[in-house]
Structure formats: structure tokens, C-alpha cells
């Protein structure tokens, strides 16, 4: 330990970890590697950096649209390192160091595995995370989905239009804003006035649809007061709903986390 002073710790060997208290519990931590010449890294999910290689990249920890963290990566010296703390946070792969920051968090939790391949250490972190069910043969063809499907005779005739060219089509998707209501997980029958049928006919041509579910519960939705008597929404840390601004909706968004709500 080099110093510790109002319950903040810095401490090197074999790296920096730092924690600054940020009150009720929680701490601003830090974790500081040193950085080697020549080190590429791989991962971290879905992120718009523009390389493979993530050196000189710094990525911040959080989910929206088109980016999707897991902090997890692999590095060309035959190691990988998950950083296991539930919070907003960054990352930065720099020259001279590399920096995981975590914004608000208990604990400093990470996993570091090793192997002789790549295959290996994904491996190990599979063991350690979850393995993923078998993917199946049906979803490894082509998927059709745009911005949006607002009927459901656009659906068809799209997807008419890929068996008249003689085209392979395994899923079609049918996005957002194909609900009555939000929060009411099902189509709209305005637009889409017989599903049954329309099942059928991509059944026909060997496909499958997907519809895209949204997390948002509106409150003129049929399932919302359910939900809010038992609980099933994210909440902040003093009980208080949190919403999101769709359209005219201040909707709520369900707690995943909540075996009910799933």
C-alpha cells in the first residue's frame, strides 16, 4: 500500500486499484495495468471503434442502440480479462497504461484466465460466465429486417418478392412500433389483421419471423398496473420509477432481474 487516507486506498503491485468513496456503500474504483509493447486486444462487445485491434481505444461502459458492452477481452499475450462490476464505467486501452473505471460499485470484481489459444481462454471464460445454447440451423441464413415494416402486406409482399427472385430468406424480422399500445406485446390488428395467416405463408417459404420486443411499459398499457403492484419495474435506489420519453409515453421499463417480470 503506498497511502490511504479518508478510506481511499491506493495500492500497486501488481497494479493501481484505487476506490474513492462516493457514500452509501459505494466506491469510484479504478484498476491500472501496465502496458506492453506490441499487446493487441480483442472484445468488449458491439462498439462503433472502427478497429479490431482495441489498443488506443477507449470505450465506455454502458448499452443503447447499436452498442452493446461486454466487458470481456482477449489479449495477444494469452490472457483474458472480464470486468465483473455491474456499473457505468470506461475503459482505456492506452500506450503507457490501461484503465478500468467503474463509476459506482460495492466492490472491485474482476476474473483473469489464461490458455495456450484463443479458443482456449474463451473457453475458460465460458466456463466461468455461461455457455450459450447450440446455435440453431435455421437462424444461420439470411435475415431481412428494416426500419420499418408498418403493415402487414408490406411484410408479405417483401418477402414474396425474395422467393419470386429465387432468393434465400431464413427470418424475416418485423421491428418496433408494430403494437397498439406500448407495452402491450402484440400486434396491432389495424396493421397487422391476421398474423395466423401470415405465419403460414412464411411457413410455406421456409422462413421464419421475428418480431423485435421493446422493454417499455406505457401506463395507458393493458399490462401496467400489474406490473406496478408487483413490483416488476426498474426502480432507483430510493423506490422511485424510472421512465423513458417515448412519443408521447413516460414509460417504465420492466426489471429483468425480477423472475416475475421475465
Same mark, same amino acid.
Given at each position: 500500500?503506498?497511502?490511504?487516507?479518508?478510506?481511499?486506498?491506493?495500492?500497486?503491485?501488481?497494479?493501481?486499484?484505487? %476506490?474513492?468513496?462516493? +457514500? &452509501?456503500?459505494?466506491?469510484?474504483?479504478?484498476?491500472?495495468?501496465?502496458?506492453?509493447d506490441g499487446e493487441r486486444f480483442y472484445g468488449m462487445g458491439l462498439n462503433a471503434t472502427g478497429k479490431v485491434n482495441l489498443k488506443g481505444s477507449v470505450i465506455d461502459l454502458y448499452q443503447r442502440h447499436v452498442k452493446h458492452v461486454v466487458p470481456f477481452v482477449?489479449?495477444?499475450?494469452?490472457?483474458?480479462?472480464?470486468?465483473?462490476?455491474?456499473?457505468?464505467?470506461?475503459?482505456?486501452?492506452?500506450?503507457?497504461?490501461?484503465r478500468w473505471v467503474?463509476?459506482?460499485?460495492?466492490?472491485?470484481?474482476? %476474473?483473469?484466465?489464461? +490458455? &495456450?489459444?484463443?479458443a482456449d481462454i474463451m473457453s475458460n471464460y465460458a466456463d466461468a460466465t455461461g455457455h450459450a445454447p447450440e446455435f440453431p440451423y435455421w437462424a444461420s441464413g439470411f435475415w431481412q429486417c428494416k426500419l420499418r415494416y408498418e403493415t402487414q402486406e408490406e411484410f408479405l409482399d417483401v418477402a414474396q418478392g425474395f422467393k419470386r427472385r429465387g432468393l434465400p430468406l431464413a427470418v424475416h424480422v418485423i421491428d418496433f412500433c408494430h403494437w397498439d399500445v406500448l407495452g402491450n406485446w402484440r400486434l396491432?390488428?389495424?396493421?397487422?389483421?391476421?398474423?395466423?395467416?401470415?405465419v403460414r405463408e412464411m411457413d410455406e417459404m421456409g422462413a421464419r419471423i421475428m418480431i423485435s420486443p421493446w422493454v417499455l411499459v406505457s401506463p395507458r398499457s393493458e399490462n401496467f398496473q400489474h406490473m406496478k403492484e408487483h413490483n416488476m419495474f426498474i426502480t432507483s435506489k430510493d423506490g422511485r420509477k424510472d421512465s423513458v420519453r417515448f412519443g408521447r409515453d413516460n414509460a417504465c421499463q420492466y426489471d429483468p432481474t425480477n423472475p416475475e417480470a421475465a
Open positions: 500500500i503506498l497511502r490511504e487516507h479518508d478510506y481511499a486506498v491506493h495500492a500497486h503491485n501488481p497494479g493501481t486499484r484505487i %476506490f474513492r468513496p462516493k +457514500g &452509501d456503500g459505494l466506491f469510484h474504483t479504478e484498476l491500472h495495468l501496465a502496458a506492453r482477449v489479449s495477444s499475450d494469452g490472457y483474458g480479462f472480464l470486468w465483473n462490476n455491474p456499473s457505468l464505467g470506461r475503459v482505456e486501452f492506452g500506450t503507457n497504461r490501461t467503474s463509476l459506482g460499485c460495492r466492490q472491485l470484481d474482476y %476474473f483473469v484466465t489464461t +490458455g &495456450d489459444s484463443y396491432d390488428p389495424g396493421s397487422w389483421p391476421d398474423p395466423g395467416a401470415m
